[in-house]
């Protein structure tokens, strides 16, 4: 079984330009979420879609982040413009269900890096 | 505020011993607990869990205790192999489709 993909795996960009980043969760998943982790902090949830309806995203900065779910597949993260404090790892990671229960599987992670 | 606490940010054991990582919660609302384990440029990987209403569970060399009273659980590894080297969070979650909230990590390095 396929893991959750996500690319690119690093990126560069300087204070106020834009950036996304591309989910492709497990085949099947009905649950996706987007968490951001900076340095030295446990991973924090930025939204959570369950097929393409969002369930919360009350910890996105919706002035700056956007993300969508199209089709119910994969997902596009975006931040637009971004800051110096944005810098983090973006993981996605999917669930099969809709029930807390399920697992979450986790990709390897976007590291954004803000100059 | 931080609701899951993890206030040891690094552990060293020596293979073959016991590793016991620490962990918590301040929310009584958090019913179900979770650790996930990290090894570098990858996701955390799901390693296992105990609901509210367990005080242990185990699954082969890992075993997650509970004490809701003092609102704390932790995670044992015995035997500590080097292979168990990583970042190891700790991550509770309220009743229904909630958020995992995690903790800030502990890094473990088992040395041979």
């Known amino acids: 079984e396929a893991g959750v993909a996500q690319s690119p795996r690093y990126k560069i960009i300087e204070k106020r330009q834009s950036v996304a980043f591309w989910c492709n969760p497990i085949s099947g998943h009905a649950t996706l979420y987007w968490y951001q982790q900076i340095l030295g902090q446990g991973p924090k949830l930025l939204i959570q879609f369950q097929n393409n309806g969002v369930v919360d995203d009350s910890q996105l900065p919706k002035d700056r982040f956007s993300a969508e779910r199209l089709k119910g597949v994969d997902s596009t993260l975006k931040i637009q413009p971004a800051k110096l404090e944005d810098s983090a790892v973006y993981l996605c990671?999917?669930?099969?269900?809709?029930?807390?229960?399920?697992?979450?599987?986790f990709g390897p992670g976007t590291r954004l890096t803000v100059t | 505020d931080q609701q899951v606490k993890q206030n040891s940010p690094s552990l060293s054991v020596q293979e073959g011993r016991i590793s016991i990582l620490n962990c918590d919660y301040t929310n009584s609302m958090f019913d179900y607990f979770l650790w996930y384990k990290k090894y570098p440029a990858e996701g955390p990987t799901f390693l296992i869990s105990i609901s509210s209403i367990k005080d242990k569970n185990e699954d082969g060399r890992f075993t997650v205790f509970l004490n809701k009273s003092a609102k704390h659980l932790s995670l044992h590894i015995v035997p500590s192999q080097p292979g168990d080297s990583a970042v190891y969070f700790c991550a509770a979650r309220t009743t229904g489709n909630t958020p995992l909230v995690f903790g800030k990590g502990t890094r473990l390095s088992v040395i041979a």
């Open positions: 990671a999917s669930s099969l269900g809709t029930s807390g229960l399920n697992e979450q599987y």
